[in-house]
């Protein structure tokens, strides 16, 4: 075979060979350009979160209508009290939607990704706009859910955390806050247990609590905050009746519990039942918020104050003025007689007419701990109902700054436990005799008390 002829046909060989390898990167090419449109993220909405103006939710629960009302979303209706915290974050991811992957285009059958049925979300805005959005299953590896716009034929994935914030349940969008407010404007607060009244505290304009049934008391703020704090972040698990037509069935006929509690603005009257069930370790308790009219179940300890009595909001000493305002101290106490002078201006402190804050440190250290001692006197127990008899056989008597005196009496109720009067009247509080012989108590810290005097003066 000629030269020639053998160039020829390699060149034909050559051109046939680049041919084909052509047409199979044009192939591959095509494909990767494909998967890259596919893979692609697609802005799917984009509107200003802030302006929205109403939002609808249309699931297989129903279509509920929310507005946003006085900075805040309500129900369009009075189904239920609406959750804001979940209206606002279906806003927040609908408001700037981008896709993560085209699944299929010009799709006729929407069932395999749970579209033929979806929740529906409406965005309307102030601007008179409109937004939806189709929502359907999630993936069957869970990273992702399904979604469409209204209209188009093309189905892609959006990420699983705002697929699981836009098929919000029912439950999801009801508020399961006990009450939505802020523990700081809390002005009136009661707890009933078994139909009878533990207390009722009030919020003054001095910024106190006051306890006004069923005694007249100072409130024990630091105590009652954390309570307060406890109540406003409890939730319901989940509500189960809508309309609960024999509230027996739950306990709420007549409620082991019954909560109010109002700010300036709003209020609420929770009612708490009986156990869901009879199971000794059992956790939740079924609930009413009396005002919506709806029953819940929630976890029982998220309350861990419903079983504390009076003592645990009650300031707990019978009477402890600031030392800084006390001019004069006399406690009449069996063995123990003192009187006690003080002048904090001129730092002067005087125990039955010594000086001893020119004695040192270690006697006014003792002397303090003797005041202390008299001055975080504790409550034992509650007793409005007694009726104090006899005479008191113990006695504190403050005589402050301004001339106020207070006088403190301790009457014997029984061999452990004294009534406390004050003023010539019946606190409806009780304390311990062992105050007065445990250590740091009165008797022992006055001994203290005089043996630093004594070594002092040798």
Sequence with gaps: MKQSRIIALLAAAAVLLTGGYLAVRYRNTEKEKKQEQQEAPVSLLSFDGNATTALTVKNEEGTFRFLFQDQTWVLDGNDF?????????????????SSVKTIARDVTDLSPYGLTDPVVLTADTSSGDSYQLLVGNPTPTKESYYAMLPGTSTVYTIDYTSGSVFRATKNTLKN???????????????????GVLVYSLTHDAAMQ?????????????????????????????????????????????????????????????????????????????????????????????ALN???DDLLSVAYPYVYNPDATSVKQLVVDCNEVQATLELDADS????CNGKVVSDMGDEVMDAFQGFYRSVATMGLSQVEP????????????????QNGEVTRIELIPASDTTYWIMKNGTYTQFMTRKRILNMTGGIISSYEALQNKIKDAEK
């Design 176 to 194: 399961r806050y006990l009450f939505d407010a802020n523990s700081t404007e809390v002005q009136e607060f009661t707890l009933e247990r078994d």
């Design 209 to 301: 609590w006051t306890i006004t049934q069923p005694i007249q008391w100072q409130g024990y703020t630091s105590n009652i905050n954390d309570m307060l704090d406890t109540f406003v972040r409890a939730t319901a698990t989940a509500y189960v009746d809508e309309n609960p037509g024999d509230l027996s069935r739950y306990g709420l006929d007549q409620p082991s519990y019954r909560i109010y509690a109002r700010t300036d603005t709003k209020a609420v009257t929770v009612l708490l039942g009986r156990m869901v069930s009879d199971a000794e370790d059992e956790i939740s308790i079924y609930g009413m918020i009396e005002e919506r009219g709806q029953v819940f179940y929630m976890t029982k300890a």
């Design 347 to 350: 730092k002067t402190y005087v």
């Design 385 to 400: 109902d007694a009726k104090p008899e006899g005479e008191a056989v113990i006695s504190f008597t403050y005589t402050l």
């Design 305 to 307: 104050f419903l079983d």
């Design 81 to 97: 009290t609406a959750n804001p915290y979940a209206i606002s974050a279906i806003c927040s991811y609908m408001c700037d939607l």
